[in-house]
């Protein structure tokens, strides 16, 4: 397998990729399962400014197989830093572009985990509706707090042993769905999983993405605040603060 190029960008190493060579890359993946989970991180500006602070997510990147600028400020920032990265990669457009190429001949087995109680459920259901060939074999929403429970947790795994699936979907929040796939990453029995925070809440109609326009002008943010204001203005307003000074920490040290 042909070595992608990377970028370095606030202490992160993005893979310089546009969404058919990371499509491409999980298919081979899933084609040649050699009994390791390889998982894929998706870092937007959130990611970017907690990353600075947590050790724990750090060694989940440097771990990590496939690392997608999911932001539009990522990448503009990577533009404006003339280390350029040829397209945003949002984990939510990764699900549905690995569904589209799937086929009767080669369908793709999906394992949903994570999601409120029921979300799961409702986005297979929208899933089966719209691609014939992605078949979601399981899913499940972890009881809160379940990380730290090793019951909860040998429960998953059996879970996903049983389910033989190709690709695990997990939507935990970020950076609990990183640190668990990262820490359980080895014992994983399924060939990928794509740690892509609330895609299965986008996928099952319960929350709705932002306009196309919005997400090519690089304002998903401001959809998502507005959809969410309690939970994520307060994150929003820290990261707005802080992304601007690691952009220009960055620039400082390379000039
Ligand atoms: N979630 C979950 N279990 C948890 C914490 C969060 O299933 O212990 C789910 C939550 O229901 C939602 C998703 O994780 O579906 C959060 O995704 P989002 O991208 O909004 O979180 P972020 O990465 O922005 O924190």
């Known amino acids: 397998m042909t070595q992608l190029s990377t970028r370095n960008l606030f202490g992160m190493k993005i893979d310089a990729v546009r969404m058919p060579e990371a499509v491409a890359r999980l298919q081979q993946w899933i084609a040649r399962p050699d009994g390791h989970c390889r998982y894929v991180v998706t870092p937007n500006v959130d990611h970017t400014v907690v990353f600075q602070q947590d050790a724990g997510l750090r060694a989940a990147y440097a771990d990590a197989d496939l690392v997608l600028a999911d932001g539009f400020p990522v990448v503009l920032a990577a533009r404006l830093l003339g280390r350029t990265l040829p397209e945003r990669v949002a984990g939510s457009d990764l699900v549905p572009a690995l569904f589209d190429v799937a086929t009767p001949e080669r369908p793709l087995r999906v394992f949903l985990l994570g999601a409120a109680p029921g979300v799961g459920d409702r986005a297979a259901n ?23 429970d090793a019951d ?20 935990l929040g970020a950076p609990k769905q990183e640190l668990w796939v990262h820490r359980f990453h080895r014992e994983l029995a399924v060939p990928v999983a794509l740690c892509v925070g609330a895609t299965i809440d986008f996928l099952a109609g319960e929350k709705a993405r932002a306009p196309r326009w919005m997400q090519r002008s690089g304002l998903e943010w401001l959809h998502r605040c507005w959809t969410d204001p309690r939970r994520l203005v307060r994150r929003y307003a820290r990261d707005a603060m802080i992304f601007p000074q690691l952009v220009w920490r960055e620039w400082r040290a390379t000039t």
Not at 129 to 147: D, H, N
Not at 159 to 164: P, T
């Open 152 to 171: 909860e947790n040998a429960k998953i795994m059996k879970l996903i042993a049983a389910a033989n699936a190709d690709v695990l979907v997990v939507g």
């Open 126 to 148: 929208n899933i089966h509706q719209r691609w014939k060939s992605a078949q979601v074999v399981a899913t499940y929403s972890p009881p809160l707090g379940f990380e730290h």
